[in-house]
């Protein structure tokens, strides 16, 4: 069965859910009368405390109003936002366009040393070259209908994955063959990407592996794209949202997703041959 990225995101909304309706059982109302205090359906009291929907900062404020404990808000409204953070929507990320985005990720990529990523379908962020990345970026814009900030984004994209070449860091990078043959970009863009590979793999920080299409009997299935930041968090990304998961277990999985995945894919010379036979495939 497939990874469950969401998850973690539940569970964290789950106990926002739980810590009100625990102000609630406490304050000894029910959620009829809670609904009445705070001035909304009793229906939408049910939906808060079964975490099928989440609160906003007026809603904890005035629950915690109705329970008698105001002081606890500002707390919850912390956890809520916290719990609404780890499942992101894309719509809701890049409504102002793609720049902001790839400014977003900057002090996460400061503070790791240790970047895992897996990548079916494209070359990994960190490795895209300016061609690429523009036609990668172009065809997000025209899909999710956004604002086009695509040259911003793509110096912005660049810029930030200088960090492959600051000292202190390691980056191990696993794609699925495949990644080698979509085309995101024009002919020259293509063919630049796919030659900066054969040097990528050779730079002091980086292992880039890359899992043959004709591997045999594999122990695992191709996954979505995720990255694994140390050991401390894991993003999924999906078509619609991004997933941040955070829970030890669950980052336990994906690591152990990701080892499985890297021995299967091939390093060094066996990899710059699949490089290659993607590159005389463009002609």
């Known amino acids: 069965m497939p990874l469950s990225p969401s998850s ?72 809520s936002r916290s719990a609404e953070s780890m499942y992101v929507e894309w719509r809701r990320k890049v409504r102002t ?13 400061q503070s790791t040393e240790l970047f895992r990523v897996y990548s079916p379908t494209m070359v990994p962020g960190l490795l895209q070259t300016e061609g690429y990345a523009r036609g990668l970026m172009t065809s997000i814009s025209r899909f999710r209908d956004i604002p086009d900030d695509v040259t911003e984004a793509v110096a912005a994209r660049l810029e930030r994955s200088r960090i492959i070449h600051e000292p202190g860091r390691r980056f191990i990078m696993v794609i699925e063959e495949p990644a080698l043959y979509y085309r995101l970009g024009d002919h020259n863009a293509m063919a630049a990407q796919l030659g900066y590979l054969l040097t990528a793999g050779a730079l002091p920080s980086v292992s880039l592996g890359i899992i043959p299409s ?15 930041y140390d050991d401390v968090l894991v993003s999924v990304e999906l078509l619609s949202a991004r997933v941040q998961v955070t829970q030890p277990s669950e980052i336990a999985l994906y690591v152990k997703a990701f080892e499985q995945l890297r021995a299967m894919a091939v390093y060094g010379a066996d990899a710059r041959t699949l490089i290659v036979k993607a590159l005389k495939a463009l002609h």
């Open 8 to 79: 973690s995101a539940q569970a964290a909304r789950r106990a926002v859910a739980e810590r009100l309706k625990e102000l609630r059982a406490d304050a000894g109302i029910t959620g009829p009368e809670l609904a009445t205090r705070c001035g909304w359906s009793h229906p939408k009291t049910y939906r808060i405390e079964g975490a099928r929907t989440a609160p906003s900062v007026d809603d904890i404020r005035r629950w915690c109003e109705a329970c008698g404990v105001p002081e606890q808000a500002g707390d919850i409204i912390a956890q």
């Open 97 to 109: 366009g793609l720049k902001q985005l790839q400014k977003s990720y900057v002090p996460l990529f």
């Open 214 to 228: 004709a591997t045999p009997q594999r122990p695992l299935w191709p996954q979505e794209v995720f990255h694994v």
